[in-house]
């Protein structure tokens, strides 16, 4: 397994959920690391491992042993470097946006952008609706506000048609 083949789930669409995975691995690691030294002295250790179901996810989407140390490490390594080098891409809403419609967005964003990617969510709520997107380079504004702000002369016109009328 190397960073070129790391394959993110749609569970873990966001910059955060890649950093509390990660935090989640080295919380994993130290403790098989210290019920392996318990073991060498000849003290039981607890074999019970528990993860989250963004974890979970990405452990089976790519085939990944968490209890085997070398590939823990290994993980752990790539998943540090995927934080660093991960495109994001900055999605402000009016307000909040639940998991399913994070997973339209990101599952559409890897298949058509890049397949590492990951949101920076963010809120807004004088956008009013819509969403408002942002890259290193482009600017994506499908937010009510901007396009009220663009129909603005439409509404203008018609209203003085409106007021010429009566």
Known sequence: ?????????????????????????????????????????????????????QLADFLQIND??????????????????????????????????????LTKIIDWVRQSVHPMAVLAVGLQPSLIGGVYIRTTNKVFDFSIRSQLANGRHIIKRELEALSGAI
Do not use: C, W, Y
């Open 1 to 53: 397994m190397s960073r070129s083949d790391l394959v993110l789930p749609s569970s873990l669409a966001t910059r955060s959920d890649l950093q509390r995975v990660i935090a989640e691995i080295e919380r994993i690691d130290n403790s098989l690391n210290s019920a392996q030294i318990h073991e060498q002295i000849g003290h039981p250790a607890d074999d019970s491992l528990t993860t989250s179901r």
């Open 64 to 101: 990944i042993d968490i209890k085997n140390g070398e590939d823990r490490s290994r993980l752990l390594h790539d998943a540090r470097h995927l934080k660093n080098t991960a495109p994001v891409i900055h999605v402000t809403f009016a307000t909040s946006a639940d998991n399913d419609e």
